[in-house]
Nanobody
């Protein structure tokens, strides 16, 4: 069983910063890509940023230049550094990971964290 545990959310004023963390635990072979999504009230969940096992990253246009995704493969942890936060960044942020549970045979599953609330006040 694989678990993803997020931390680092909270309340911050516009222009402030937060750093989210998501640590994977359990028994597995490796982690492929890791991603951050967010869901604001009344809106669909949207992709914020992603990073491959090799470190290639992509960020949504709405957060480019403000948010940075990174990962520590030794700690099985992905981070989201959020700077210059805006009220429209308010949402529940979810961590997602594609995990190779076994290598022989190859079994790959998607896992989600429980979400962490980020609230940006104006």
């Amino acid at each position: 069983q694989v678990q993803l545990v997020e931390s680092g959310g909270g309340l911050v004023q516009a222009g402030g910063s937060l750093r989210l963390s998501c640590a994977a635990s359990g028994t597995f072979f490796s982690i492929n890509h890791m991603r951050w999504y967010r869901q604001a009230p009344g809106k669909q969940r949207e992709l914020v940023a992603g990073i491959t096992s090799g470190g290639y990253t992509n960020h949504a246009d709405s957060v480019k230049g403000r948010f940075t995704i990174s990962r520590d493969n030794a700690k099985n942890t992905v981070y989201l550094q959020m700077n210059s936060l805006k009220p429209e960044d308010t949402a529940v942020y979810y961590c997602n990971a594609q995990v190779k549970v076994t290598s022989t045979p190859v079994r790959v599953y998607d896992y989600w964290g429980q979400g962490t609330q980020v609230t940006v006040s104006s």
